[in-house]
Protein backbone atom coordinates (compact mmCIF):
# COMPACT_ATOMS: atom_id res chain seq x y z
CA UNK A 1 0.00 0.00 0.00
CA UNK A 2 2.52 2.20 1.04
CA UNK A 3 4.19 1.62 -2.98
CA UNK A 4 0.66 3.24 -4.16
CA UNK A 5 0.50 5.79 -1.95
CA UNK A 6 3.71 6.94 -3.15
CA UNK A 7 3.52 6.45 -6.58
CA UNK A 8 0.10 8.96 -5.86
CA UNK A 9 1.79 11.25 -4.00
CA UNK A 10 4.37 11.89 -6.56
CA UNK A 11 2.56 12.39 -9.21
CA UNK A 12 0.93 15.53 -7.32
CA UNK A 13 4.54 16.52 -7.17
CA UNK A 14 5.10 17.18 -10.57
CA UNK A 15 2.83 19.89 -10.68
CA UNK A 16 5.96 21.91 -8.43
CA UNK A 17 3.01 23.40 -6.20
CA UNK A 18 0.65 23.75 -3.76
CA UNK A 19 -2.42 23.47 -4.98
CA UNK A 20 -2.98 19.71 -4.10
CA UNK A 21 -2.04 20.12 -0.51
CA UNK A 22 -5.19 18.99 0.89
CA UNK A 23 -5.64 15.89 -1.44
CA UNK A 24 -2.28 15.14 -0.50
CA UNK A 25 -3.02 15.08 2.85
CA UNK A 26 -6.24 12.95 2.23
CA UNK A 27 -3.57 10.44 0.46
CA UNK A 28 -0.78 10.26 3.28
CA UNK A 29 -3.57 9.80 5.63
CA UNK A 30 -6.24 6.93 3.99
CA UNK A 31 -6.00 4.15 6.40
CA UNK A 32 -6.68 1.44 3.80
CA UNK A 33 -6.54 0.77 -0.07
CA UNK A 34 -10.10 0.97 -0.90
CA UNK A 35 -9.94 4.46 0.81
CA UNK A 36 -7.01 5.22 -1.72
CA UNK A 37 -8.46 3.88 -4.45
CA UNK A 38 -11.44 5.97 -4.01
CA UNK A 39 -8.99 9.34 -4.20
CA UNK A 40 -8.43 7.91 -7.71
CA UNK A 41 -10.88 10.47 -8.97
CA UNK A 42 -9.55 13.21 -7.35
CA UNK A 43 -5.70 12.45 -8.17
CA UNK A 44 -7.31 12.40 -11.75
CA UNK A 45 -8.47 15.80 -11.94
CA UNK A 46 -6.07 17.40 -10.09
CA UNK A 47 -3.55 15.98 -13.04
CA UNK A 48 -5.43 16.62 -15.47
CA UNK A 49 -6.14 20.45 -14.11
CA UNK A 50 -2.26 20.11 -14.26
CA UNK A 51 -1.00 18.04 -17.17
CA UNK A 52 -4.06 17.88 -19.37
CA UNK A 53 -6.31 15.07 -19.27
CA UNK A 54 -4.47 12.61 -21.52
CA UNK A 55 -0.96 12.51 -19.60
CA UNK A 56 -3.74 12.25 -16.29
CA UNK A 57 -4.87 9.13 -18.02
CA UNK A 58 -1.23 7.59 -18.68
CA UNK A 59 -0.13 8.08 -15.42
CA UNK A 60 -4.06 7.23 -13.59
CA UNK A 61 -3.46 3.93 -15.93
CA UNK A 62 0.22 2.91 -14.06
CA UNK A 63 -0.76 3.74 -10.37
CA UNK A 64 -4.60 2.12 -11.23
CA UNK A 65 -2.68 -1.03 -12.04
CA UNK A 66 -0.85 -1.17 -8.44
CA UNK A 67 -3.78 -1.78 -7.10
CA UNK A 68 -4.24 -5.41 -8.44
CA UNK A 69 -2.57 -6.95 -5.25
CA UNK A 70 -3.90 -4.85 -2.34
CA UNK A 71 -8.20 -4.08 -3.06
CA UNK A 72 -10.57 -6.26 -1.51
CA UNK A 73 -11.71 -9.02 -3.98
CA UNK A 74 -14.75 -6.80 -4.42
CA UNK A 75 -13.27 -3.68 -6.10
CA UNK A 76 -10.27 -5.68 -7.63
CA UNK A 77 -12.80 -7.73 -9.91
CA UNK A 78 -13.11 -4.56 -12.26
CA UNK A 79 -9.26 -4.05 -12.30
CA UNK A 80 -8.51 -6.22 -15.64
CA UNK A 81 -10.63 -3.27 -16.93
CA UNK A 82 -7.99 -0.88 -15.91
CA UNK A 83 -5.20 -2.95 -16.89
CA UNK A 84 -2.06 -1.07 -17.46
CA UNK A 85 0.19 -0.96 -20.76
CA UNK A 86 2.06 -4.12 -21.48
CA UNK A 87 -0.31 -6.11 -19.11
CA UNK A 88 -2.68 -8.88 -19.72
CA UNK A 89 -6.49 -9.14 -18.15
CA UNK A 90 -5.00 -10.83 -15.13
CA UNK A 91 -2.45 -8.11 -14.82
CA UNK A 92 0.22 -10.27 -15.63
CA UNK A 93 2.93 -9.16 -18.69
CA UNK A 94 2.71 -9.41 -21.83
CA UNK A 95 5.13 -8.87 -24.93
CA UNK A 96 4.58 -6.81 -28.02
CA UNK A 97 2.52 -3.95 -28.56
CA UNK A 98 -1.18 -3.76 -27.32
CA UNK A 99 -3.83 -1.04 -28.23
CA UNK A 100 -5.26 0.72 -25.03
CA UNK A 101 -8.02 2.64 -25.60
CA UNK A 102 -7.94 6.14 -24.12
CA UNK A 103 -9.39 6.25 -20.41
CA UNK A 104 -12.14 8.56 -19.72
CA UNK A 105 -13.35 10.10 -16.81
CA UNK A 106 -16.57 7.95 -16.62
CA UNK A 107 -13.86 5.12 -15.99
CA UNK A 108 -12.97 6.58 -12.61
Given amino acids: MDQVREAMLAALDKSGDDRFLGLKTRIRHAVDAQRMWDLRSELMKALASDQGEARAGEELRLITGMFRDILPKGL ?3 LAHHAGPGTDARGKGVSGK ?3 PEITRSQF
Fill in 76 to 78: ASG
Fill in 98 to 100: LHQ
